[in-house]
């Protein structure tokens, strides 16, 4: 069974870049056909995907984080990493990674990390 666990600093200050690890164990990223990807859950609000790193090395960024973000991954120790850029307190969340494949037209999350809380703060 496939796990994964995110790591990176609770608090990183406004402008700044936030970096984020995942781990993966039980089951190795570049297999076809799996998407690995980080979303987000602000105080309040709902889960909004960030990106997503293909078992090929293809990435997709979502628009909304207008090309602060980036993904990137290291084979060698089944991890892949998030990159934000720039930012502020709007960006203060509970970030998750997560393993997902498509069905039908349709990208469906079947496992997912614990979530790790991000503030962005002075």
Do not use: H
């Not at 498509?102 to 503030?119: H, M, P, R």
Request: with cysteine.
């Amino acid at each position: 069974q496939v796990q994964l666990q995110e790591s990176g600093p609770g608090l990183v200050k406004p402008s700044q870049t936030l970096s984020l690890t995942c781990t993966v164990s039980g089951g190795s990223i570049t297999t076809s056909y799996y998407y690995w990807s980080w979303i987000r859950q602000p105080p309040g609000k709902g889960l909004e995907g960030m990106g997503v790193i293909a078992y090929s090395g293809s990435t997709y960024y979502s628009p909304s984080l207008k090309s602060r973000n980036s993904i990137s991954r290291d084979t060698s120790k089944n991890q892949f990493t998030l990159q934000l850029s720039s930012v502020t307190a709007e960006d203060t969340a509970v970030d998750y990674c997560a393993r997902e494949k498509i069905v039908g037209a349709n990208y469906c999350v079947d496992s997912g990390g614990e979530g790790t809380l991000v503030t962005v703060s002075a």
